[in-house]
Nanobody
Framework: VQLQASGGGLVQAGGSLRLSCTASGFSLDYYAIGWFRQAPGKEREGVSCISSNGGSAYYKDSVRGRFAVSRDNAKNTVYLQMNTLKPEDTAVYYC???????????????????WGQGTQVTVSS
């Protein structure tokens, strides 16, 4: 059972990246997915979360309108499209899965069942 986050990299401010979170060993069909990030010297924070069927999502205020979360359950993958990136978006980004059908606004505070390893996103000014 594994979650794999990928797609990070170095990008200039204003650029875009798309992160992927792929599960192996289990199906994401019944799992809500959260995206989190942790910058050096800072606590981990929730960025976005999406319901198991992709019908609802929540975003951190500072990324709403710039980031978009989506999923393709047939590919067992969740995506985080990040546009208009800013230097303050620089962090290690993680995805996490929780077996839950209904998404709630407190999704950033849930105890997630599985965590992926992080992928580094660096935005240069």
């Amino acid at each position: 059972v594994q979650l794999q986050a990928s797609g990070g990299g170095l990008v200039q401010a204003g650029g875009s990246l798309r992160l992927s979170c792929t599960a192996s060993g289990f199906s994401l069909d019944y799992y809500a997915i959260g995206w989190f990030r942790q910058a050096p010297g800072k606590e981990r924070e929730g960025v976005s979360c999406i319901s198991s069927n992709g019908g609802s999502a929540y975003y951190k205020d500072s990324v709403r309108g710039r980031f978009a979360v989506s999923r393709d359950n047939a590919k067992n993958t969740v995506y985080l499209q990040m546009n208009t990136l800013k230097p303050e978006d620089t962090a290690v980004y993680y995805c996490a899965a929780k077996e839950k059908l209904v998404l709630r606004s407190d999704c950033f505070r849930w105890q997630y069942d599985y965590w992926g390893q992080g992928t580094q996103v660096t935005v240069s000014s």
